[in-house]
């Protein structure tokens, strides 16, 4: 069975850091590219970053680049998104997902395979 399983969310201060992790097992992790979604409330579905299989390629949304890291462990199948400077805007359940099986690199909606339960990030005063 596949799992992802988030963690790291919660309240922080508009400015500060959090890192999120995303542990998973029921499948093999490493040839899998992977992607951080988040939906803020009321609003759709935000693709956050992305990373290749290997980890060797990354991209970034605009409203996140220069502030969050994506990255991975393939020996420990865990997945991270280390947030710096955050704002008030970037309030939004995270999810972590898989890209489908045999896709380099995924952005959108159709290229998206299994989720996670979602990790709730708050940044507020």
């Known amino acids: 069975e596949v799992q992802l399983v988030e963690s790291g969310g919660g309240l922080v201060q508009p400015g500060g850091s959090l890192r999120l992790s995303c542990a998973a097992s029921?499948?093999?992790?490493?040839?899998?590219?992977m992607s951080w979604v988040r939906q803020a409330p009321g609003k759709g579905l935000e693709w956050v970053s992305g990373?290749?299989?290997?980890?060797?390629?990354?991209g970034h949304a605009d409203s996140v680049k220069g502030r969050f890291t994506i990255s991975r462990d393939n020996a420990k199948n865990t997945l991270y998104l280390q947030m710096n400077s955050l704002k008030p805007e970037d309030t939004a359940v995270y999810y972590c997902?898989?890209?489908?099986?045999?896709?380099?690199?995924?952005?959108?909606?159709?290229?998206?395979?299994?989720w996670g339960q979602g990790t709730q990030v708050t940044v507020s005063s």
């Open positions: 990373i290749n299989s290997r980890g060797v390629g990354t």
């Open positions: 029921g499948f093999t992790f490493s040839s899998y590219a």
């Open positions: 997902v898989t890209c489908k099986q045999g896709t380099y690199f995924c952005t959108d909606l159709a290229r998206f395979g299994y």
